[in-house]
T-cell receptor, first 111, second 114 residues
Framework: GQQLNQSPQSMFIQEGEDVSMNCTSS?????WLWYKQDPGEGPVLLIA?????ELTSNGRLTAQFGITRKDSFLNISASIPSDVGIYFCAGLSGSARQLTFGSGTQLTVLP | NAGVMQNPRHLVRRRGQEARLRCSPVKGHSHVYWYRQLPEEGLKFMVYLQKENIIDESGMPKERFSAEFPKEGPSILRIQQVVRGDSAAYFC????????????FGQGTRLTVV
């Protein structure tokens, strides 16, 4: 089946720093999504990308849909303590109706 | 303005018992997806249902697992004769269209098999 390789697996950053994470795949995806999951909760959609090359922002978050349609990155600027959590990329391809998820990036923000 | 409601939030079952997980989608959403998440892993697709129909069950084990989304009432994920390996968080998502990119996730049911 399709797989998404998400990196890094975990990150420890100082409050106020910027952070970047990315996902790559050997397959083409038509839609890329980025989710945040807090402990004991379900994933919450942060940003959705629908076109190759698209760059979309949501507050301090910026994500891009790679031009090859095989990768995407998420940037968080000026991190704050509430940014702590697990960030997942997810992709939707072709006629598939289900999302393929990356393995997640655990973000820890140090005061 | 209720979102996706899943219950119970936590479920403990002994090996061999049955587990029934419920999901009430967002009002007006007729598309439901079930995903399973093991600790420190991403979510893995199990099954996609529309009202009264299973559309894609390619991610669901063929034995012991079943899902339904009746005309009235919540979607049910049923696991018969549970084993320790079934312990996981099970998430339901609902969408107004068949585009799961618009789906909203519930808070999940954490199943522990002892």
């Amino acid at each position: 089946g399709q797989q998404l390789n998400q990196s890094p697996q975990s990150m420890f950053i100082q409050e106020g720093e910027d952070v970047s994470m990315n996902c790559t795949s050997s397959s083409i995806f038509n839609t890329w999504l980025w989710y945040k999951q807090d402990p004991g909760e379900g994933p919450v959609l942060l940003i959705a990308l629908y076109k190759a090359g698209e760059l979309t922002s949501n507050g301090r978050l910026t994500a891009q849909f790679g031009i090859t349609r095989k990768d995407s990155f998420l940037n968080i600027s000026a991190s704050i303590p509430s940014d702590v959590g697990i960030y997942f990329c997810a992709g939707l391809s072709g006629s598939a109706r289900q999302l393929t998820f990356g393995s997640g990036t655990q973000l820890t923000v140090l005061p | 303005n209720a979102g996706v409601m899943q219950n119970p939030r936590h479920l403990v079952r002994r090996r061999g018992q049955e587990a029934r997980l419920r999901c009430s989608p967002v009002k007006g959403h007729s598309h439901v997806y079930w995903y399973r998440q093991l600790p420190e892993e991403g979510l893995k697709f199990m099954v996609y249902l529309q009202k009264e129909n299973i559309i894609d069950e390619s991610g669901m084990p063929k034995e012991r697992f079943s899902a339904e989304f009746p005309k009235e009432g919540p979607s049910i994920l049923r696991i018969q004769q549970v084993v320790r390996g079934d312990s996981a968080a099970y998430f339901c998502a609902s969408s107004p269209t068949r585009d799961s990119g618009e789906a909203f996730f519930g808070q999940g049911t954490r199943l522990t098999v002892v």
